[in-house]
C-alpha cells in the first residue's frame, strides 16, 4: 500500500466484488492508498484462485461467499458487511486507479454524501471504453439528466465512493451491472449532495469482462424507466444536520471496532454538484 493516509480520518472501506480476478488482484492491491482501513472481498462463486489469492494479499480482509450471481447483489452484500464511515466500490480488474480514493474522500469530508468517478471530465479518461459502449452510456446520461434533474457526464461507472448514512437511500435491491445506474438515480432522488471526480479507467489486465453492452444495456434502461415512476426515499432536513454533524465536526479516533482477523462468510447465513 502507498503511505499518504493522514492521521485522524474517517474510517474507509472498500469493498471489491470478484469473479475470477486471482491474476489481477495483485496488480490492484499494489496501489491501494494507507488511507483504506478495511478490505471487503465479495466473491461470486470464483473457479480460480480468487479466494486464495485475496486472502495472500490482505490477511485481515473481510471475504464473503456470494451464492447469487450479478455484481448489483453482490456490492449490496458488500455494502451491509462494511463496518467504515466511508464505503468504495472498485472493480477487481485493475482498470480503475486506487489512488484516485484519495481525491473521492476529499470531496466527501468538504460536504459531498456522494461521489461518483467520471471518465468524461477533465483529467478522466479511458482506454477501455468502446464507441459503442461510449455512446450507449452518453444516450443514458443524457435520459437520466432529463428525468431527474441531475447533470450527470457519466453515468454507466462504478468507481464510487459515499458516507455510509447513503445505504437507506441506495437500498441496493438489483442483481447486475445496472447497479450504478440505481445508486446515481436514488441519490439523486434523495436529494443528497452528489459530486463526480475525474476518473482514468485503463483496460483490464487478465482476462474478460461479464459486461455485454447490449442485454445489460437493456437492463440499465429498464432501471430507469423503474426508478422514474418508483417511490422515492429522501433525507429529512433533520437528517441532512445530523450527517453534517457526523461527516464534518466529528472528532475520529482508533476505538472504533475493526476485523482483526481474515474472515470468510457466506453472504446469506442465517464539489461538482451533479444532483
Not at 461521489?115 to 468502446?130: I, Q
Not at 444536520?241 to 470468510?264: C, K, P
Request: hydrophobic share 40%; proline share 4%.
Amino acid at each position: 500500500m502507498v503511505p499518504i493516509s493522514p492521521t485522524n480520518t474517517p474510517k474507509v472501506s472498500l469493498v471489491i466484488p470478484t469473479l475470477n480476478e486471482a491474476d489481477n488482484l495483485p496488480l490492484l492491491a499494489e496501489k491501494i492508498p494507507e488511507i483504506v482501513d478495511e478490505i471487503v472481498v465479495v466473491d461470486g462463486r470464483s473457479v480460480d484462485d480468487t479466494i486464495e489469492v485475496a486472502r495472500r494479499l490482505w490477511p485481515t480482509a473481510l471475504i464473503l461467499l456470494e451464492r447469487r450471481a450479478g455484481k448489483g447483489r453482490a456490492l449490496a452484500s458488500g455494502f451491509d458487511a462494511a463496518t467504515g464511515d466511508i464505503i468504495v466500490m472498485i472493480d477487481a480488474d485493475d482498470s480503475m486507479n486506487p489512488l484516485e480514493i484519495n481525491s473521492f474522500v476529499r470531496l466527501l469530508r468538504d460536504g459531498a454524501d456522494f461521489v461518483k468517478g467520471s471518465r468524461y471530465l477533465d483529467h478522466g479518461g479511458s482506454s477501455d471504453l468502446t464507441r459503442i459502449r461510449s455512446f450507449g452510456n452518453q444516450a443514458l446520461t443524457k435520459t437520466v439528466n432529463l428525468l431527474f434533474g441531475t447533470s450527470y457526464t457519466d453515468l454507466c461507472y462504478g468507481y464510487n465512493a459515499f458516507w455510509r448514512h447513503c445505504l437507506p437511500c441506495l437500498d441496493v435491491d438489483c442483481a447486475g451491472f445496472e447497479v450504478e445506474t440505481l445508486m446515481n438515480i436514488r441519490v439523486a432522488k434523495a436529494g443528497l449532495r452528489v459530486a463526480e471526480a475525474p476518473s482514468f479507467e485503463s483496460h483490464r489486465a487478465f482476462g474478460e469482462s461479464n459486461l455485454n453492452a447490449i442485454s445489460d444495456g437493456l437492463r440499465i434502461a429498464g432501471t430507469i424507466i423503474r426508478e422514474s415512476t418508483g417511490r422515492t426515499r429522501t433525507m429529512t432536513d433533520a437528517d441532512r444536520r445530523a450527517a453534517d454533524e457526523n461527516n464534518l465536526g466529528r472528532r475520529w479516533d482508533d476505538t472504533q471496532a475493526t476485523n482483526n482477523g481474515s474472515t470468510d462468510r457466506d453472504a446469506h447465513a442465517p464539489l461538482r454538484r451533479t444532483a
